[in-house]
């Protein structure tokens, strides 16, 4: 039997937020939502990102045809 032994990447707060230019609240938001990777928690005071994971979110939304929509901004003619 063979074991295999996988190497997550973390990055920490300060890291992600120069990778990806939204705030702390923001993030916290999509996570919650289902829309960005979760958060991983190391410590009381201290939490991690699994890089990967946020690699292929950033690639997701690279790839993604569809466009932000401003709060107020008709869709299709709809307000």
Do not use: H
């Not at 009381?44 to 993604?64: F, G, M, P, T, Y």
């Amino acid at each position: 039997m063979k074991s295999v032994i996988s190497s997550k990447t973390l990055i920490n707060r300060r890291t992600l937020l120069a990778m990806i230019p939204l705030s702390d609240r923001t993030i916290y938001n999509l996570e919650l939502r289902g829309e960005f990777p979760r958060r991983i928690v190391l410590t009381c005071r201290n939490v991690a990102w699994d890089l990967a994971e946020v690699e292929q979110w950033i690639e997701k939304r690279k790839s993604a045809s569809i466009q932000a929509i401003r709060p107020g901004n008709m869709i299709s003619g709809k307000w």
